[in-house]
């Protein structure tokens, strides 16, 4: 089973929540709430799905990397820095939509038109996946008018050995590690909880009645949003 180790202790309090999720609600789209009738009647209470399907990059991942790809450009201090991770398809596809904003927002800073995005990853990759991944690189090759930006290798045999790619990498380069369950990603997949908790009072369900969420998960994923 995977385990977080990049959080020590949960030291976290909601005011970091909110402020991450101003960063994630840049990109991110508010997601509906959709009670499950056949399966709240048949365990006599209300279940809902949270359908992170129709989220930007068809995925839950823009919520925290989104927020994670925030404050790494932040930390930027000189020209053609990569921001770089590995990645089996979505936590690229959230990386890429992510540089790409910020570049657009950010076109006259000479340090975000020289981002360089590195995605390392397996050559099992979905079709569709790798599809969108192409094309999102290209949209920023596109914005800094640069057809030869950034690199798109997804020919390892596992994620262990893309893994290892993007460590040699960073050694040898100056580099952002985008994470997949740092303390930032965790932060910005928050923005979840905050949402279901809004919807909820929408829908004026009582903190009393007993219901169930189901939530999308995998690595740096959110189950146990309560």
């Known amino acids: ?96 939509i992510s540089i790409k904003y910020f570049i657009y927002k950010n076109l006259k800073n000479k340090l975000y038109n020289t981002i360089i995005p590195i995605i390392y990853g397996t050559k099992n990759i979905n079709k569709t996946k790798l599809k969108i991944n192409k094309f999102e690189l290209n949209e920023i090759r596109k914005l800094v008018n640069d057809p030869k930006r950034g690199i798109l290798d997804f020919s390892f045999n596992n994620y262990h050995e893309a893994c290892i790619k993007r460590k040699e990498y960073m050694k040898k380069n100056n580099s952002i590690y985008i994470s997949h369950g740092g303390k930032n990603v965790f932060l910005g997949h928050g923005s979840i909880g905050i ?22 998960s995998g690595a740096g994923g959110i189950v146990g949003i309560g």
């Not at 279901?196 to 219901?211: E, P």
């Open 1 to 96: 089973m995977w385990i977080n180790k990049n959080i020590k202790k949960c030291d976290i309090n909601l005011e970091e929540f909110l402020n991450a999720k101003i960063n994630s609600d840049k990109i991110s789209i508010k997601t509906p709430l959709v009670k499950i009738k056949n399966l709240s009647e048949k365990l006599n209470k209300k279940v809902f799905l949270k359908d992170e399907t129709n989220q930007i990059g068809k995925s839950f991942k823009i919520r925290g990397v989104s927020n994670s790809v925030f404050h790494a450009l932040n930390k930027i201090k000189s020209e053609n820095t990569s921001i770089i991770t590995q990645s089996t398809g979505n936590h690229a596809i959230a990386t890429l």
């Open 195 to 216: 949402e279901i908790n809004n919807q909820l009072n929408d829908l004026k369900i009582n903190y009393d009645k007993k219901i169930s969420i189901i939530l999308s």
